[in-house]
């Protein structure tokens, strides 16, 4: 009997070859890593025998050396490796980003809520 051969990956040709064969693409263009993912969501794999966290990788291939900064996800999904969707950035950056995604969507909800009211107030003048 044979033992499985564990591919180890060495080079940054083989590690993108292994996230195109372990991830698949969403209704909403995210690139959704298959494999391990760390306790925070992250995607994570062995490069050079090293745990790497995916995104991160991505991001630098895609933007260059990363130099202390963090790989935001505009997306929000953290196992996503679609490089349009990573970029770097400050821990600032990544909150004031937050912010203002979850601001347009209170505002979105808000309008539903005035929206539901307003055919409720017509609902009862019929
Ligand atoms: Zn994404």
Same mark, same amino acid.
């Given at each position: 009997?044979?033992? =499985?051969?564990?591919? !180890? ?7 993108? =070859? !292994? ?16 494999? =391990? &993912? ?7 794999? &062995? ?6 966290? /995916? ?10 050396? /990363?130099?202390?900064?963090n ?9 996503? /490796? ?8 400050? #821990?600032? #950056? ?6 203002l995604?979850? &601001?347009?969507?209170?505002? #979105?909800?808000r309008k539903?809520?005035?929206?539901? /009211? ?9």
């Amino acid at each position: 009997m044979r033992l =499985a051969k564990i591919r !180890r990956i060495s080079t940054v040709e083989q590690m993108l =070859a !292994r996230i195109e064969e372990n991830s698949i693409v969403n209704s909403s263009g995210c690139k959704i890593w298959m494999g =391990a &993912r760390s306790d925070c969501g992250y995607a994570v794999a &062995r490069f050079k025998g090293k745990l790497i966290a /995916l995104h991160r990788f991505v991001c630098e291939q895609a933007y260059g050396p /990363l130099k202390g900064r963090n790989a935001n996800h505009h997306c929000d999904v953290p196992y996503c /490796l679609e490089s349009t969707h990573i970029y770097p950035g400050t #821990q600032t #950056q990544n909150i004031k980003d937050w912010w203002l995604r979850k &601001r347009r969507a209170d505002w #979105q909800n808000r309008k539903e809520e005035q929206k539901q /009211l307003l055919s409720e107030l017509l609902d009862d003048a019929w």
